[in-house]
């Protein structure tokens, strides 16, 4: 299963439906979220990491 759909999964297990995808990038309200492999460990994680797009938050500050 890819990363792309575990993220999906994850957003819709948590209720939100007011989510798409640019590209893998994960937009939910205007925010940007990178999605990466995650590798805790924790008996729980469904090994995907969602990280707010740092490059928008870049674009920002300037």
Same mark, same amino acid.
């Given at each position: *299963? @890819? =990363?792309?759909?575990? #993220?999906?999964? /994850?957003?819709?297990? #948590? &209720?939100? @439906?007011?989510? @798409?995808?640019?590209?893998?990038? =994960?937009? *939910? $309200?205007?925010?940007?979220? %990178?999605? @990466? #492999? $995650?590798? $805790? &460990?924790?008996?729980? $994680? ?5 990280? /707010?797009?740092? %490059? ?7």
């Amino acid at each position: *299963m @890819s =990363l792309k759909v575990r #993220a999906q999964e /994850k957003v819709e297990r #948590a &209720g939100i @439906s007011n989510y @798409s995808f640019d590209q893998d990038v =994960l937009v *939910m $309200c205007g925010v940007r979220y %990178t999605i @990466s #492999a $995650c590798d $805790c &460990g924790e008996p729980d $994680c469904d090994g995907v990491r969602l990280e /707010k797009d740092a %490059t928008v938050i870049g674009r920002i500050l300037q």
